[in-house]
T-cell receptor, first 113, second 113 residues
Framework: KQEVTQIPAALSVPEGENLVLNCSFT??????LQWFRQDPGKGLTSLLL?????REQTSGRLNASLDKSSGRSTLYIAASQPGDSATYLC????????????FGKGTKLSVKP | NAGVTQTPKFQVLKTGQSMTLQCAQD?????MYWYRQDPGMGLRLIYY???????DKGEVPNGYNVSRLNKREFSLRLESAAPSQTSVYFC????????????FGPGTRLTVT
């Protein structure tokens, strides 16, 4: 059974710092991996999607990488800002294109001014 | 283009009462999903509908029923609410044309007393 783990569960950094959030999964046979952002009391916003054939995706200050063979993905946030404070969730699409997303429990990020 | 919409945003029920959570998407997606999010448990799949006219159980279907009314709408029904169903409920839809990227609604916060 696929399991997704995110470490650390919480992270506090000063503004301006570059940071890395980690996601690991137990079964490398994934179709894609998606990173989401969730603000308190809100829904999930899709940040980046990496297909299984890709190694990374970039959007602005965000860069996500995928190493399927080792079952790992990282989300790199450059020059962090207080507005980046949120919970970041990683999810893998398991069981082929018709499978379902399996979520990690998230990393709660706090960026201090 | 409103994306995925959910009603109501908040609801308080007494044990044994019934209610239906509504979800609609205007992105012409085939697949739709219902999740619940609980502290410490992450997001768990309740039911999904791969296409209009089909529904399937997810990880935690007990106590729920669903209806895929048409391609746009997917409702979740609690027939006899229990305190264990206190949670935040999210509806999502998936885009086959964008590597199966999943989009979420804003959520319904349900309390059962």
């Amino acid at each position: 059974k696929q399991e997704v783990t995110q470490i650390p569960a919480a992270l506090s950094v000063p503004e301006g710092e570059n940071l890395v959030l980690n996601c690991s999964f137990t079964d490398s046979a994934i179709y894609n991996l998606q990173w989401f952002r969730q603000d308190p009391g809100k829904g999930l916003t899709s940040l980046l999607l990496i297909q299984s054939s890709q190694r990374e995706q970039t959007s602005g200050r965000l860069n996500a990488s995928l190493d399927k063979s080792s079952g790992r993905s990282t989300l790199y946030i450059a020059a962090s800002q207080p507005g980046d404070s949120a919970t970041y969730l990683c999810a893998v699409l398991d069981g082929g294109s018709q499978g379902n997303l399996i979520f990690g429990k998230g990393t709660k990020l706090s960026v201090k001014p | 283009n409103a994306g995925v919409t959910q009603t109501p945003k908040f609801q308080v029920l007494k044990t044994g009462q019934s209610m239906t959570l509504q979800c609609a998407q205007d992105m012409n997606h085939n697949s739709m999903y219902w999740y619940r999010q609980d502290p410490g448990m992450g997001l768990r799949l309740i039911y999904y509908s791969a296409s209009e006219g089909t529904t399937d159980k997810g990880e935690v279907p007990n106590g729920y029923n669903v209806s895929r009314l048409n391609k746009r709408e997917f409702s979740l029904r609690l027939e006899s609410a229990a305190p264990s169903q206190t949670s935040v409920y999210f509806c999502a839809s998936r885009n086959r044309d964008r590597a199966y990227e999943q989009y979420f609604g804003p959520g319904t916060r349900l309390t059962v007393t």
